[in-house]
């Protein structure tokens, strides 16, 4: 078996003292950075990556491999406990893991979050290894049809997502995707809407956008409300809770489903985690027995967008080995690291050094286990945190959503752009319209806008029905679409 | 509560403390260098320019008695990273990479930042650009390429990454020297392009040589320079074909116009002993580029003469004359008046004023700003000579969906009594404006003296008295977040404007 042997290779390269406590470490700091607000996965393992200098050459991807995998763990504690997506990845988990905060069990989420992720970087390690070839196929595949056809896909959950009101959550997402076209034009080297304002000619920074959205809206939105912020009880977090095994083998479908759409789509290049998390929250949904539950606390509403986070970590790594391209910003990073310790990404790495390359995916294994640990510790943190009062915690939150958006561009507009999409969350909450669309429109506008028009320079509108890839995504996207409506049919036609 | 008072004692000291060290050694230290200099760089980790960076960094650690070290800046292609350079004091120790592509960057943008406020150092590398096509069409030499060109029934497509790019720019040399025709399809990054080119889906792709790194089945056809590249013997030049073409992507180092000849002096002579370093060679040999030092004279010089040529072939491009505006649509224009028209009787007839609830301003203001939204995109700038899909294209796609949902919106809301019932924002309209006012003493005093105030006065508000707890989760932060931003991530918090 040659995978076995060099697995073995693998082990061998990853088994000494150093590389070990790289994944340590990296494992920690990813957590940290999954934490705090503005750190995204890329920035976080671009931090790093000064400090691999020293090292040798698997002790350095180890480090940054670790990082990698765990900030994407780490964005969904703060998703959970304050509403606000550590990361861009953890924003689907936001819809029912800060709910199930809200009803005092975020415990209930934080335990159901971890396991995803556990389980989603292991299994997107195991197809990492095994179908890293195939996929690459699948990597190279994508033309610019199939991602327009994804992203409308991906605009098509919008349906899962709108809540009440289909029609505001329409919206919500209209004003994403127009939000999205300020800032130069895809094909052209000029700026659109930028109204001579300089700040504004590459237009919205996303994380300060997402941390406004979300961290701010809240904030402005519970302030509004009056509630009593001050006392602990207000938090009514039940510190004794712990969830029961039971609850979260019930999940174990939901994992695999997800994780499975997470390494698919991470193996996307461009495509990214992101889309992933959206496209398993929805499929979550419209499989589940109680659909109704979603957006209302569901633990598969946690653990579909949590494993296929997670998952599409091994997934960017197909690319990136395979074909040298990378798929994603963090893995843009590591092909810089590749290069600094003297590697060539791409097909040759695996002739050449068979050991670095699986010692790489053993270090994930590992790493995956050792942040599950780290994740059971912390979760007593967290749970604490939770608890304290509001008045207490609250400032804190938007001194971090400050620095957090600050400092991607040392620019101050860039934290005006925080506290304004802030006000849009607030402005949006207290009309009951759903945010999370506008955070997808953002997401997907410029992947759409940018594969369309590409698609047309090449062909004509007909090619995106008489190609295969797209023809399918397509008509994905009509069934993600009306799916919810016909159930909900179907069911009132039950009932009477 | 005794014992919390002593913690909070204790984290005051410690902030205190830390205060003092931060602020204490500003203004210290009279000979250059004194203090790590920075490099900032306007791309993200792992770009050329950036590793480019990262490389002279380590190597300088050899010949400088303080640090260099890279930040990323990424942004408006160099704007972001340009305009952070102009904002710093001119004192030495802010370096800016640059690269042939800020030439036109600034012409492109038209932006108020020049050439001429900065004074270019060093040029340290060349990156020649490359024709690279995958090697299913056995594009062996330039010929080859003319030959399939003339052959062909449609023109050929050759793709990069960018309009007005650097590449795109080769690539119209290109044309015009070897005489064919051609289309430019822009693949926005270069890793579409070499995806794109994997796919076997353009004839060519321009770019560097580094690009094929790892990828058995790209072949380079030809390089842009005098001579052949060390590391790649069989890739032959431009030249040797008899067509002369000397095009690439240089990469250097500039300061800020002013910055003391006792500084240029010193970084100059750290980097050419860099570039005289046998880690360089090795570097260069590596990455597939020429090392060829020139110092601020010659440089400069050489820049003025690209300027003048980069000028040429944007013109020729399309891209610095001659747009026409996008225009209003006719049909869209109408459709608008009809929506509009409707939407003011709504708005009139049958509504007063006070009766309006909240879904029907929301549905009122997505109204008028998609309005405004539309009369900025009959502004857009479309360059004559350029055959693309309009730039306003999509904006009004998303516009004219949100002119009818708003519409719905209104007729919908009608018909349902607004039962939610609204508290006072003014709680929320205090602590906006006290975060506005953060957000302005932060720049000028720094980021360490306003936190404290600004978590103090929100708690306050937030209506929280317990002083000891207050001071401690304040102080606490500030402690907590130095720690973790400064010495774990090594990103600077500002100091202010008014110590540095």
Redesign the interface.
Same mark, same amino acid.
């Given at each position: 078996m040659g995978i076995l042997n060099d697995l073995w290779l693998g082990l061998q390269e990853f088994g000494h003292f150093l590389p070990i406590l790289m994944m340590l470490i990296g494992v920690i700091v990813g957590i940290m950075v999954g934490v705090l607000p503005g750190l995204s996965p890329s920035i976080g393992v671009a931090l790093m990556l000064p400090v691999t200098y020293g090292l040798d050459p698997i002790s350095a991807l180890v480090l940054l491999v670790s990082v990698y995998l765990s900030s994407n763990y780490g964005g969904s504690i703060t998703a959970i406990a304050i509403n606000t997506p550590g990361t861009p990845g953890a924003v689907a988990t936001t819809f029912d893991g800060y709910e199930l905060t809200k009803q005092g069990k975020p415990l209930y989420a934080l335990m159901t979050s971890l396991t995803a992720s556990t389980m989603g970087g292991i299994i997107g390690t195991i197809i990492l290894i095994l179908f890293s070839v195939p996929l690459a196929w699948l990597a190279l595949s994508f033309e610019s049809y199939e991602y327009f056809a994804l992203g409308v896909f991906g605009l098509t959950i919008i349906s899962s997502l709108a809540g009440k009101s289909p029609l505001k959550g329409f919206i919500s997402s209209g004003i994403g995707l127009l939000l999205i076209t300020i800032g130069f034009d895809t094909q052209l080297p000029f700026s659109r809407f930028s109204m001579g304002i300089p700040d504004l000619a590459d237009g919205i920074t996303f994380i300060p956008a997402l941390i406004g959205l979300f961290a701010l809206g809240e904030i402005f939105y519970s302030i509004e409300k009056g509630e009593n912020l001050e006392s602990r009880k207000a938090a009514k977090v039940d510190l004794s809770q712990s969830l029961p095994l039971k609850e979260l083998l019930k999940l174990k479908y939901v994992m695999l489903k997800s994780s499975l759409i997470g390494t698919l789509v991470g193996c996307i290049p461009g495509a990214g985690g992101t889309i992933a998390t959206f496209i398993a929250y929805d499929n979550a949904k419209n499989s589940s027995k109680h659909p109704e539950e979603f957006g209302k606390g569901s633990l598969e509403g946690v653990a579909a967008p949590e494993a296929a986070n997670n998952g599409s970590v091994g997934g960017a790594l197909v690319p990136l080995l395979t074909l040298g391209i990378p798929g994603s910003a963090s893995t843009a990073v590591l092909i810089g690291a590749l290069m600094i310790h003297k590697l060539n990404p791409g097909p040759q790495l695996f002739d050449k050094e068979p050991g670095l390359v699986y010692g790489i995916f053993i270090s994930l294994f590992f790493a995956n286990i050792f942040m599950f640990f780290v994740g059971l510790m912390g979760n007593r943190l967290w749970i604490k945190i939770i608890a304290a009062p509001k008045s207490l915690l609250y400032p804190i939150i938007l001194a971090l959503s400050f620095i957090g958006s600050y400092f991607i561009q040392n620019s101050v507009f860039d934290v005006g752009i925080c506290i304004a999409f802030g006000i849009l969350g607030w402005i949006m909450k207290r009309g009951d319209f759903p945010t999370a669309p506008v955070i997808l429109g953002l997401i997907l506008g410029k992947m759409i806008e940018e594969n369309l028009r590409l698609s047309l320079l090449k062909g004509e509108w007909i090619d995106f029905f008489t190609r295969p890839g797209s023809l399918i995504i397509i008509i994905l996207a009509m069934v993600s679409f009306f799916l919810p409506y016909i159930k909900k049919r179907i069911s009132k036609v039950n009932i009477r | 509560m005794n014992l919390s008072k002593y913690i909070a004692g204790f984290v005051i000291i410690i902030y205190l403390a830390l205060l003092g060290y931060l602020y204490f050694g500003i203004g210290k230290g009279k000979t250059y260098p004194s203090k790590p200099i920075s490099i900032i760089v306007h791309s993200?980790?792992? +770009?050329s320019i950036?590793?480019m960076a990262?490389k002279v960094a /380590?190597i300088a650690r050899k010949y400088s008695d303080v640090a260099f070290v890279?930040e990323?800046?990424?942004?408006?292609?160099g @704007?972001?990273a340009m305009?952070?350079v102009l904002d710093m004091k001119a004192d030495g120790y802010t370096l800016l990479g640059v690269t042939k592509s800020f030439l036109?960057t600034v012409m492109?943008?038209k +932006?108020?930042v020049s050439l001429d406020d900065f004074q270019f150092i060093a040029h340290m590398v060349f990156d020649p650009e490359a024709l690279i096509a995958n090697n299913e069409r056995n594009f062996h030499s330039l010929a080859d390429i003319v030959q399939d060109a003339k052959n062909g029934d449609t023109p050929q497509?050759w793709i990069g990454p960018?309009?007005?790019s650097r590449d795109h720019l080769m690539a119209l040399k290109s044309w015009e020297t070897l005489e064919i025709n051609a289309r430019w399809?822009?693949?926005?990054s270069a890793?579409?392009s *070499?995806?794109?080119l @994997?796919?076997n /889906?353009a004839s060519v792709y321009v770019g560097n040589p580094a690009d094929i790194?790892?990828?058995?089945d790209l072949d380079i056809v030809s390089i842009a320079s005098n001579k052949r590249l060390k590391s790649l013997p069989d890739v032959p030049t431009f030249k040797e074909q008899g067509y002369d073409i000397n095009e690439s992507m240089w990469r250097g180092f500039a300061f800020k116009k002013g910055v003391p000849d006792e500084a240029v002096r010193y970084v100059t002579k750290v980097l050419q002993d860099v570039v005289n370093d046998e880690e360089w060679e090795d570097y260069c040999d /590596?990455?597939y580029v020429f090392s060829n030092f020139l110092e601020q004279a010659e440089f400069t010089k050489q820049i003025k003469k690209e300027i003048e040529e980069t000028n040429f072939y944007l013109n020729e491009a399309g891209?610095l004359v001659s747009y026409k505006k996008a225009g209003p649509n006719i049909f869209l224009v109408l459709l608008i008046i009809l929506a509009g028209i409707f939407f003011v009787i709504l708005v009139f007839s049958k509504f007063k004023i006070s009766n309006i609830s909240?879904?029907q301003i *929301?549905a009122g203001s997505?109204f008028s700003i998609?309005l405004f939204?539309y009369y900025?995109?009959s502004l857009?700038?479309?360059?004559d000579s350029?055959n *693309?899909?309009s730039?306003s #294209?999509?904006?009004r796609i998303?516009?004219v &969906? @949100?002119l009818l949902? +708003?519409v719905? #919106?209104f007729i919908?809301s009608k018909k349902k009594k607004d039962v939610?019932k !609204?508290?006072?924002?003014r709680?929320?309209l205090i602590?906006?404006v006290l975060? &506005?006012g953060?957000?302005f003493a932060?720049?000028w005093v720094g980021?360490y003296l306003t936190?404290p105030i600004?978590?103090?006065a929100?708690?306050y508000l937030?209506?929280?008295?317990k002083v000891p707890?207050?001071l401690i989760?304040?102080f606490g932060?500030v402690i907590f +977040?130095y720690l *973790?931003?400064n010495k @774990? #991530? !090594?990103?600077d #918090?500002?100091l202010g404007w008014w110590f540095i």
């Open positions: - | 993200k980790p792992g +770009s950036d590793f990262r /380590e890279v990323n800046r990424s942004g408006t292609q @704007l972001v305009q952070h036109s492109v943008n +932006s108020k497509v960018g309009t007005g399809i822009d693949y926005k890793p579409q *070499i995806l794109a @994997l796919r /889906e790194k790892g990828k058995n /590596e990455t891209l909240y879904d *929301i997505i998609s939204f900025q995109t857009f700038l479309i360059p350029l *693309i899909t730039p #294209l999509i904006p998303w516009i &969906i @949100l949902l +708003s719905l #919106l919908n939610r !609204h508290h006072s924002p709680y929320v602590i906006i975060m &506005i953060y957000l932060m720049q980021y936190t600004f978590i103090l929100s708690m937030l209506k929280y008295r707890f207050m989760n304040a932060f +977040s *973790i931003f @774990l #991530l !090594h990103i #918090l500002p």
